[in-house]
């Protein structure tokens, strides 16, 4: 396969015709010519400086932004008595606390926000905690219940849901 590979020539290199190391280097890119140590020997390679008044008017230079000026600020200096550093260094229990790091990943940081008694109870269905198991022993254990709407009444409500002690009968439930 190698002595094929090497065998093989790119189309149409039967019309190529080698070529010098410096014609290589300035044909390297397509309309480039770049010219020869004896073409920069005759030509005058010198650039005249810019005049200030045309560059202005052609908006070429960027308008400077004026510099604010900065007021020096400096410290207080504090100084501790050397009782206070000693009553400092014997009650340190303020300056201390637990190291409590981030998780490593959202998903840790999300059970680590939602993850405590209370937000579990407030949001007893959230998405980190759906495993397929407890999905399937909550299904199997819900009884389902059908009211008719002509059935219910302010009484039966109130039973059900230990609200409030009168509630109106001549409220319509709603889309009837």
Do not use: W
């Amino acid at each position: 396969l190698a002595k094929s590979l090497d065998a093989m020539e790119a189309p149409g290199a039967e019309h190529d015709i080698p070529m010098e190391t410096e014609d290589v280097a300035a044909t390297a890119i397509a309309g480039l010519v770049i010219p020869t140590t004896a073409g920069l020997a005759n030509e005058s390679f010198t650039l005249e400086p810019l005049d200030a008044a045309a560059v202005a008017v052609a908006g070429i230079e960027k308008p400077g932004r004026p510099k604010r000026k900065r007021r020096l600020i400096v410290d207080e200096q504090k100084n501790i008595s050397g009782d206070e550093m000693k009553g400092n260094m014997a009650e340190y229990r303020d300056t201390l606390q637990p190291l409590d790091l981030a998780p490593p990943t959202r998903k840790l940081m999300r059970l680590k926000e939602t993850g405590t008694a209370d937000k579990l109870f407030a949001i007893p269905g959230c998405a980190h905690l759906r495993a397929q198991n407890l999905l399937k022993l909550y299904r199997s254990h819900l009884v389902y219940h059908v009211y008719s709407a002509s059935a219910l009444t302010g009484d039966q409500i109130r039973k059900d849901l230990d609200m409030a002690e009168h509630v109106d009968d001549n409220i319509e439930p709603e889309g009837s």
